[in-house]
């Protein structure tokens, strides 16, 4: 994408000013060959194409949005079933926290995944879709 050298340039900077011991950043790789390795998941947006993989994991994602009004009503009543919401610093503190002393537990469920990920059809989608391929050839 444009500018994609100068964020990474600017990114690298900021964990040199910072400090920051255990940060870094990937580049150059697909999100979703690394981002299963992680245990909590950060997000600030919903318009991305990983998210539906991201919702699909089965670990606590946050989701840190200003301005929970943006989200249309109907579909955050199902965001809060699948994320934490947080709209500021200390919130998403706290939730970190939460995460830190192992008491954030992942809100992925299996209703989450039928209505907005891929059909489960009353089980797993592997069967569902092996039984379609055999169908057809």
């Known amino acids: ?8 340039e600017y990114y690298n900077e900021l964990i040199k000013i910072k400090n920051y ?6 580049h150059g790789a697909k999100a979703e ?5 992680y245990g909590l998941i950060i997000i600030d947006s ?11 994991l089965k670990v606590p994602i946050i989701l840190y949005v200003k301005d929970i009004s943006l989200i ?3 579909v955050l009543k199902d965001i809060k079933k699948r994320c ?4 500021d610093y200390k919130m998403l503190k706290s939730v970190i926290n939460e995460y830190v002393d192992g008491k954030l537990s992942s809100k992925w469920s299996a209703d989450i995944i039928d209505r ?16 379609y391929l055999q169908s057809i050839f």
């Open 84 to 87: 934490y919401l947080v709209s």
């Open 72 to 74: 249309n009503p109907v």
């Open 21 to 26: 011991k255990n940060a870094d950043i990937i």
């Open 33 to 37: 060959s690394v981002i299963q390795y």
């Open 116 to 131: 907005y990920i891929y059909p489960l059809d009353g089980g797993h989608p592997g069967p569902n879709i092996t039984k």
């Open 46 to 56: 919903l318009a991305s194409t990983i998210t539906s993989y991201i919702f699909s």
């Open 1 to 8: 994408p444009s500018g994609y050298n100068d964020q990474v």
